[in-house]
């Protein structure tokens, strides 16, 4: 760029151009989309771009739009192009008489892209950082940086999520992220397990590792950040020692005994016959 640190301000955001990167910072404000607003701001390497256009927006509008190599941004990936473009971080929206500013900083920020705007072999994007909690239909989902729980609500779960228990998934034990935008009927947030042999439901609802969206549950400015974070880990995680030292087909004790009580919880109300309460917590000491 010409100087760094020039400040392109549009509405909802601001570019800021920097040597190696352009800064985004989303403001705050009613009319704002509660995604920005949740972003707060996001650093985007140049070589995570594949491309910038200017194209007329609506109502006198322009638009400068920068888009991401697939695979630079664990956001982008998650969203899997559901994102409305009103909602789409990577879009600066300003009034029409700042177009020719506009196409001055598209044409300094073309030759900055890298030569390869193919696929990435890694994240160039930082996940979103922040809260990486949010409460669904069925259940309220949680991640710590390590590993991603969802805790079943009484009133939403399915019988089969209930036997199940809560859930405990290590970002090693996981291969990716599934995210259905609760924007649209039947949206949900599934985290996808390596393969172990058991194949996971087909059902969003009767799968432990998903919980369900429903009107007014798992909004996307809360949901989508979790996904792109669980994505960053599994992507960036490497061997777990605790787990290589562990011997095969064996289980977290802890786990376990989580296992064990909530089986027990459902005993006690009626939802276990003895007989399924037995079978299944010998299945689990088996795991030990």
């Given at each position: ?134 409460k669904a239909y ?43 935008s609760p924007e ?18 087909a059902q969003a ?84």
């Amino acid at each position: 760029m010409s100087r760094m640190g020039d400040v392109l301000a549009g509405f909802h955001a601001a570019w800021e151009f920097e040597s190696d990167s352009v800064l985004i910072r989303f403001e705050r404000g009613i009319r704002t989309p509660r995604l920005f607003q949740a972003l707060g701001e996001r650093r985007i390497p140049y070589e995570a771009l594949a491309a910038v256009t200017l194209a007329p927006g609506k109502r006198g509008t322009v638009v400068l739009h920068a888009s991401p190599r697939p695979g630079a941004d664990p956001l982008m990936e998650a969203a899997a192009g559901q994102l409305k473009d009103h909602c789409d971080p990577y879009r600066l929206v300003l009034p029409g008489e700042r177009e020719t500013l506009a196409e001055y900083y598209a044409d300094e920020l073309r030759p900055l892209l890298p030569e390869d705007t193919g696929p990435t072999d890694s994240y160039l994007v930082a996940p979103p950082e922040g809260r990486k909690e949010f409460k669904a239909y069925d259940g309220k989902a949680s991640f710590d940086g390590t590993s991603a729980s969802f805790r079943w609500f009484w009133t939403g779960a399915s019988s089969a999520k209930w036997k199940a228990g809560d859930q405990t998934f290590r970002v090693n034990d996981l291969s990716g992220v599934e995210w259905r935008s609760p924007e649209v009927f039947d949206g949900y947030l599934r985290l996808l397990r390596k393969p172990n042999g058991v194949p996971q439901p087909a059902q969003a609802d009767q799968d432990p590792a998903a919980v369900v969206f429903g009107l007014g549950y798992g909004p996307v400015h809360e949901s989508l950040p979790f996904a792109a974070a669980v994505l960053g880990a599994v992507r960036s995680c490497g061997p777990d020692p605790v787990e290589a030292e562990r011997p095969p087909g064996r289980r977290d004790p802890a786990d376990i005994a989580d296992r064990i009580r909530h089986l027990g919880e459902l005993h006690q109300a009626g939802l276990l016959t003895d007989t399924e309460f037995t079978a299944k917590k010998a299945e689990l000491l088996a795991e030990l």
